[in-house]
Every structure is written in C-alpha cells, then in structure tokens.
C-alpha cells in the first residue's frame, strides 16, 4: 500500500477518497464472510479511513522534505568528483591556471589577493583565490602539471613573528617539509608578498619563510617577494611590486601579458528581491542564517556567541577629555573557556546615522532587499558577504565605510563622476603623479566613503558596484582584561575609545569602541574567544615584569587577577612587578583602587605609574624602568618573564632600548651582546609582546 501510495499524486483528498472507496468495497466482501454487521463494518471503515488519513499526511510530508534535483553545469559536474581539499585537482576541473592564497588577520592580505586575482583575469590567466585552512596544501607540487600555473602567497606577520589564525596549519607543514625535504616543488612557479610592519622585531617573517621555503623545496621564484610595510605604506609598496611581477612573469612564461585595466571589472552581480519573496534574509549574522535566534556551540569567527553585557562604566576621571570604557560580557551558557592574556573578538556595526548619511548619498532605499551572485560560477566565494539582505544590513554590519580610501576604490568611484572635471582630477589622483595630491585630499583630511560622496556629488556610483568596491567590516580583538580564575563566567573587555576631528572639522570615530561606549547594561554583542600564547608562565614561582602603560595594561589585570587567585590558594607567588603609564594620574590611572589593593595584599610587588602630564618634563614607564635597573636586572638573573603590552610603534621601541641599556649598565655587557641577550630570552618565550601599530 504504502509503494502504491508513494506513485499518487501528494493530493490528500484524492487519496483519501480513493482509499475509503477501495476499504468499503474490502470490507463488505469481508463481513460476508465474515458475518459483521452494520455497526462492525461503520466502526471498521471509520478506524481505517482514519489511518489511511494519517498515512497519506506523513507520506505528503516525506515528499515535501525531499529536496528538488539539484542542476549543475558541465564544469561543476566535473567539479564534484574530486577531493574538494586538492585545490590542483580543482583547478584542473574549473579550467584554472593562476591560485593566489593569502594569510590575513584583519582583511588586508585577504583584499590584495582579490585585486591580484582581478587583475590576473584582465592579463587573460583564469585565476581563483584561496584560503589555506580550507585545503591540503600537500598538493603544492602538483601544480607543476597544469600549463603556464602561477601560485602567489599574500602572507601577513602577525604577533611576534607568528602566522595567521588561518595559515597556521599551512606553515607548520611548510616548516616539517622543509626540515625532512618531504615533498619537492620543483615545476612549481611562485610568487610571494608579505604584509607587516618594520617596526616590529619578526618583519614579514612569514612572507619569507614561504618564499625561502618554496625556493628550498624546488620551486621557480618568479620575482622577489615584496616587502608590504604598513608602518610606511603598504598600499604603495603593493602597487610597486604589483607592477614589477607582471613583466617578470611574462620574462620567465616567455610569453606576452596584456595590459588591459581592471576598472570596471566586476566580480559579483546583483538581483533585487522583491517584498516577500526573501525568506532566507541575513541581518547581520557573519556566516550562518539565522544563527543569532538559535545559538550553538562552537563558536567562533563564522559563529560568533551574543553576549549580554552585564557590567559596563567609565573608567577615567571626571574633567578627562578622551575615554576609556569598562565593560563585562556574561559567558555562562556559552561553554567557552579563557585564559589571562587571550583575546575577545568583537564583531562592530556602523553608525546608523552615518549609514542614514550614506544612503541618502547613494539615494537608495536602505531596506532594498538584494543578493550577490559570483560572476565566476566555480568560485568558492559566491558573495563578498553574506547574501539575500538589505542594502541597510550591508551599509550597518559588513562593509568598512569609516576608514580612509585606497586609491584603487577612488579610481572606481571616478568611473562614475558625471562632471567631466571633477572625473579628470579624481582619476589624475590615483596615478603616481597625483599620488601627493591623493595623500593631501584624501589621506591627510581623512575622508570616508561618506565624505567622497557628499563632496563630490557628480558620482552617482550603484549602490551595488559600492558594496562591492568597499572593504569588509573586520572583526575587532582586544585583550581580555580579567582572570577566567577569578571571573569564569565572564570576559572583561578595557577599551579607549577613538575620537577625532579631522582638519574639514569633521567627527572621526573608532567604529568599534564609539559603539560600546554607547552599549548598555541587558545588550548583547556577537563575540568568540580567541587563544594567545601570550600567557604567565607555568610556575607561579617565577618572577614576571610587566610593562604596559595606558590600556596596555588589560592583559596584566588579568595576569594580576590570576596571582591574587593563587596567594587566596596559600600557593607560593613570584615577585610580580608592573610599569604602568597614563597622562594624569587623577583622571587617567585605570583601576587604580583595584591595583593599590593588590599592592597590599601581595599580588603585586612593585608598582611604578609613570604620569606624563602631571609635571613639567614628561615621564614614560621607560624612564622608570631605567630607574630601577637593579630590580630589573636581579629578576631577569631570576628567571623572571618580561611581557610587554599596548603601542608598538614608539612605545615598544623605546622600551626595548631601554631594556638594553639595562643589560649594558648592570650586566656590563656590550650593546650587540645585550641585543642577542633579548633575542634569546625572546625565543625562549621569556621576553613576550602583544602590540599593536
């Protein structure tokens, strides 16, 4: 019955009707044989009709459940027979011949492996991007056996000489192939660029431990790997080794590469979906529909935990100009788990009013509900976010509109200035020889998006062409300012906020901390936790020094909380010294009641607050440092670990020069051996730092 019943039509009635019709005409042959009567046979038809009824609705909503063929073209066919993990069988099924990979941490990697993969399909290679996390990067040789193939590798340096979260399994295989010459890569033609920042000891390590190790394992270096440095200017330093690869690959191809532009080269189209018919709308989830209404463990980067923030308040002083906020995120039902010195990511939106602003300036309606389609039906990524939304989701929660403009996102934009002249100057300013003038009108007055828009009012960009032009809105990660000892249902965030007045007297805004600053008590915010190997050491007996003026200071209150934890435990503590700085003690000494207790009870040892503005000459945590040289140095002689947190761009520096000079003066040590000295207590894991430029 049930196989019959599987061929009919999924129409209930009908069935029903048909059924009871063949059951009536059953049972009367069986109540003559039978001998029922009447009131049987009622009974009986009615207690199977019934069944039948049942049957028929769960059958329906078997059928229903099954979902419609799905209609593949010819290369996804042949896409579907390969491992989706060999990235060369891959490209082997979609016809490509030029892969580009990028490690990145912040979305700047990530974006110059776009613009190179766009600007390879101009030059008439068939490109793709890739993620390395997403493949087996044993595969690599194999590359070799597709005509005229590329690799290139946007590799971002993150922390001390560490990869991204996404490359690091990438580079411990790269590293062991390398050690034991497991796989050879002979045949394989590659390309390297590198993302960092020269201020910081480990430059562009992992850009050029791929370049070295491919060159070391076989492969052809096509050109030199580029040096992005973002303490000076990365975009330039992109541009320029940009321009030099393409001559070196058509060197080395021996073939002629064309020099057609990029500009208007679209990667995604768009289509509107009309009321009603979007179902399945994202409203501001990073990867998975709907998954801030039903949350489920893991959480992580595509699947962030919303926290309720259950504590927030100010933490400077009354008369303090600037501000720095404290704010504590419930983690009780979450099952994450956090050590001292790991990081919260926070997912940030934009202001609404300045999306409001820039919605009036595309003159779009913000609920314009639309989705994305990629214009290269094989790519992995098939939107630049997550699509169908409105056009507000988008503007609030996954494009950058705050930051300044690059000058290849003003060179798209010009294609769209109706007013000749202002077309002309635009397009002059993103050329080498308007390159001051870009510097001066958009860098310098730090205009937005926004800004472009309203000061230029000929550009009438589409709104879709904008979201595509514009950057992704990145996640934010700040250190955990408390100790999962002390506070294990929760994660104290301390964070400045950023507020400016560019030189037009417009408002300058960080986009994460100007929204806490405004978030209250019962909200909840998309987050997940983020391991650091920025940790204490194992044995609560060694000694730590800890640097870290302003909110530098938010991995060491943790740090601090953990000792408090371990003195409360009768476990025997280390001497625990801290170097803290701010301008005005009065307005700017974050926790200050809280730091002096642990002065007392023990947890720390030795305080020293190095205030700037309180007197004439100002003072940094370096000057004291070099003041207690002997207590430092005594420590060091101890074992002690040095953990030094907050701005790398000057603070860092004058901080290891001084610890130099510490190991010069007390250790009568010449100033190279004093620099050795620190590589190898760096190395060692004694000598850690989380900063940032």
Known sequence: TQQLLLRWPVHSHLCVDNCAAAVCC??????????????????????LGVGVYFLVQYLARRR???????????????????????????????????IVFFGS????????????????????????????????????????SIENSIVVFCMATYGEGDPTDNAQEFIDSLKGWIADKSIDCTGVRYAVFALGNKTFEHFNAIGHLVDNGLHQLGGTRLHVCGDG?????????????????????????GITISNAETVGLRAFTMKLIADGDAKRVFTGEPAILKSYETQRRPFNTKNPYLAEVKVHRELYGNGSERSCVHIELDIASSGMRYHAGDHVAVFPKNNTALVERLGKALGVNLDTIFSFTATDADAKKQSPFPCPCSVRTALQYYVDITSVLKPQQLRELAEYAQDPAEKARLIHMTTKEGKEEFNEWMVNDHRTIVDVLEDVKSIKVPFDHLLEILHRLQVRYYSISSSAKMHPQSVHVTASVVEFKTRLSREGKGVATSWMQKLTPGEKIPIFIRASTFRLPPDTKTPVIMIGPGTGLAPFRGFIQDRQFQLSANKPVGETVFFFGCQKRAQHFLYQEEMLGYTTSG??????????????????VQHHMRQNSKLIYDLIQKGAHIYLCGDGKHMARDVHEALVDILVKEGSQTKQAAEDYLKQLSSKKRFQQDVWA
């Not at 419609?68 to 996804?76: E, F, L, M, S, Y």
């Open 26 to 47: 059953l049972l009367s042959a069986a109540a003559m044989d039978l001998g029922l009567d009447t009131t049987d046979l009622v009974v009986l038809t009615a207690l």
């Open 64 to 98: 229903r459940a099954i979902p419609p063929p799905v209609v593949r073209t010819a290369t996804q066919k042949a896409a579907a027979s390969y491992d989706e993990r060999n990235f060369v069988a891959k490209m082997k099924a979609t016809d490509k011949n030029f």
């Open 105 to 144: 941490q912040t979305g700047t990697a990530e974006e110059f492996a776009s613009r190179l993969a766009k600007e390879a399909k101009s030059k008439g290679f068939k490109p793709m991007t890739a993620d390395p996390q997403d493949y087996d990067m044993s595969h690599l040789p194999e590359l070799a």
């Open 229 to 253: 440095d973002d303490d000076a200017n990365l975009e330039d330093d992109f541009v320029l080794w940009r321009e030099q690869l393409w001559p070196a690959v058509a060197d080395k191809l």
């Open 603 to 620: 947890a720390l040892t030795h305080l020293f607050v190095a205030c700037s503005r309180d007197q004439a000459e100002k003072v940094y």
